[in-house]
């Protein structure tokens, strides 16, 4: 079954950085838009950014200027690299995988980390 695996999470102090992966496995990962989405507590998830199969991307506003999302097909893996972290950033970040046509995604990840304190 298709499994996505995301890494990379942590404690950072505001205004550091971190870089998130995610790694997918048993799905053809060049065909799907991939998402970085997040969740604080007591909060919705939420958008980070997406990248489409051919490399349109968009981000949220409050990470935009901030945050840049990658792939790698070679790897099958999505990134996420978070500059200028804000103790607001914190939450638990999972990617997503969007089929073609596909509006939500269909596969999720795990989730990993990410605390922004000093």
């Known amino acids: 079954q298709v499994q996505l695996v995301e890494s990379g999470g942590g404690l950072v102090q505001p205004g550091g950085s971190l870089r998130l992966s995610c790694t997918a496995s048993r799905m053809m990962f060049s065909i799907y838009a991939m998402g970085w989405y997040r969740q604080a507590p007591g909060q919705q998830r939420e958008l980070v950014a997406t990248?489409?199969?051919?490399?349109?991307?968009n981000y949220a506003d409050p990470v935009k200027g901030r945050f840049t999302i990658s792939r790698d097909n070679a790897k099958n893996t999505v990134y996420l690299q978070m500059n200028s972290l804000k103790p607001e950033d914190t939450a638990v970040y999972c990617c997503g995988a969007v089929a073609p046509g596909g509006v939500r995604p269909l596969y999720w990840g795990q989730g990993t980390q990410v605390t922004v304190s000093s």
């Open positions: 990248i489409s199969s051919g490399s349109r991307i």
